[in-house]
């Protein structure tokens, strides 16, 4: 095990996400705070869901939306950057092996996840009365579902040829499946048949079991949601080292 | 011991076949040549050596390691200067070699002191907090250098290192290389430059159409391969005679090197005649020349 060759690579990604700050941890906290003076404060002001206001339902749905989109925009930029300026290739060529290389660039972005989800969190907290209901989940689902998204990040890196390529996944599937998980809803509220369509949605899992870890409310069943989200880990996490192995558009 | 070796190494691409059964070995310590013209298949046997294309068959050797089997620690062994600029955009000049060695499993203390010496012999000391982009053309030349040594490799593969230099920094570069090949650092190189190659290579192995088609100490190579010739300038015609290697054109008559043994004949053929011979001529091949005539069969 190369462990300076990793440690190397995760705190080159650190670096990286340092040198474009104002690009990656500040707005999906701007963008929180509005939502939350939009949807919190306005809009949701005199409504409820169960026994919570909506602005605390709201929070722990705008947390995971973010942990979701930073994470794959971590892992698939800059590894796809890599690609295109070719200094991928100092990696390739490296005595790292497939999945080393894979990892590193994984702990950049779950490393990313975790400051911005924390950061969402302490800023929520002058505007709500709340804690974390469970730790040990909070942590859990913000690591397994950042391994998720930043391994599929991965694998679109891998796969696109021109950086309009990655917005394809964002556009189309990633926001689409968010929106309908339950970010700004609890699909309770749905009729129901909506309720089994977004059963089918495996962000939904992510999005309630996370919701269920910082107010111990959830649509669905929580240990439901965390094994979804352990089996999607392995999976996509599998597939990407897979992908990095076979040198998929990486080695001619 | 061989510090690279490559066996019957293939490599196809669609409709393109860009390596085809080249073989050749790199002993310890040897400044080794590789020529070809454009397309001829150097860059892709390089990448095949570096892991960076895959190979159909064959079977390459890094100082004994397999490339495939035992990759990690072939390449721990291997530096490599490419020919494009390929770095990371995130980092300044030092940490380009301390993010390097790095990856190679060195740590920052320890290589620290190996950065700032190598800094310093490329002369990039006073720039080590700039971006890479902001270095002039020779800078990053020298740069590229730096980081394929930083970890010590024993294996230095180098793809055009002086493209695009001024003259005193290619043969400052010559130096350098000569001087760490005096230490036993194994060099491949390429070059468009082959009187860079005849200067600095003991063995030279050219490639084209993915074969290899010469491969020798160079000093053999411009011997054996030699058309030179020897020229004999006369003062009135001679008359044809059929000598083997000799050709008469009027009042020149051109020995090859390979009829050197018939040059007695020839001036007793000319004393016969009664033709004053009024100046001979030797004239030798380069390597260049040779590359040319190869690579053009």
Known sequence: MNWVGLWSLIMRENVRTIKVINQVIWPPIISSLLYIFIFGFSLGKNFEIGDVSYLVFLVPGLIMMNVIMSSFEESSSSLFLGKFINYIQELLIAPMSHWEIALGFLFGSILRAFVIANLIFIVFLFFIDSGIYSVWMYVYFILFVSVIFASIGLIIALWAEKFDHLAVLNTFFITPLLFFGGVFHSIKLLPEIFQKISLINPLFYMIDGFRYSMIGVSDGNVFVSMAVVFVLALVTFSFAVYLFKIGYKLKV | MKALSIKN?????????????????????????????????????????????????????????????????????????????????YLNIEDVLIYQAGYYGISKKKILPRVKELLKQFDLDGKKEVDFRKLSGGMKRRLTLARALVHSPKLLILDEPTAGVDVGLRLDIHKYLKKINGEGVTILLTSHYIDEIEKLCNKTCIINNGKIIANDLTKNLVDDLDTGHTEILTDKKSKVK??????????????????????????????????KVLDVKSVKDSLQDIFLRLTKK
Not at chain 2, 49 to 58: N, P
């Open chain 2, 9 to 89: 190494l293939h490599k196809s691409y669609p409709g393109i076949k860009a390596v085809d059964g080249v073989s050749f070995d790199i002993e310890e310590g040897d400044f080794f040549g590789f020529l070809g013209p454009n397309g001829a298949g150097k860059t892709t046997t390089i990448n095949c050596v570096i892991g960076l294309a895959k190979f159909s068959d064959g079977r390459i050797e890094i100082f004994g390691k397999d490339n495939k089997k035992d990759f990690i620690d072939a390449r721990k062994l291997v530096g490599i200067a490419p020919q494009e600029y390929n770095f990371d955009p």
């Open chain 2, 242 to 275: 059929k000598i083997e290697n000799v050709e008469f054109n009027g009042n020149k008559i051109i020995v090859w090197n390979k009829g050197k043994d018939k040059m007695k004949e020839v001036f007793d053929y000319l004393s016969e005649q009664k033709i």
